[in-house]
């Protein structure tokens, strides 16, 4: 088992940055993928960022340009900076985590999530 732990959320201003941070433990040697999700009121839950054992990472196009994500891997720790804030950014931001991007994108691990919001 992962367990995973958001901190770094908030309210901001719109064109604002914040920075959300996670920390895994338990089972970490498992882990290959590492990202972030959100879920806004009346939505769906959507990928953000993707980040790699190795490094890669993805983008959702709505995020790209505005948002970064990092991880180390000696600390088992992953961030998300987010630059230029948008009210339509507001949402809760949870930490993901899986052994493959399949398990990442089917049945991650999760954390508890941490509301942000960005207002106009």
């Known amino acids: 088992q992962v367990q995973l732990v958001e901190s770094g959320g908030g309210l901001v201003q719109a064109g604002g940055s914040l920075r959300l941070s996670c920390a895994a433990s338990?089972?970490?040697?498992?882990?290959?993928?590492m990202g972030w999700y959100r879920q806004a009121p009346g939505k769906q839950r959507e990928l953000v960022a993707i980040?790699?054992?190795?490094?890669?990472?993805s983008y959702a196009d709505s995020v790209k340009g505005r948002f970064t994500i990092s991880r180390d891997n000696a600390k088992n720790t992953l961030d998300l900076q987010m630059n230029s804030l948008k009210p339509e950014d507001t949402a809760v931001y949870y930490c993901?985590?899986?052994?493959?991007?399949?398990?990442?994108?089917?049945?991650?691990?999760w954390g508890q999530g941490t509301q942000v919001t960005v207002s106009s």
């Open positions: 980040i790699r054992s190795g490094g890669s990472t």
């Open positions: 338990g089972s970490v040697f498992s882990i290959n993928a």
């Open positions: 993901a985590a899986g052994g493959s991007m399949l398990a990442i994108t089917t049945r991650p691990y």
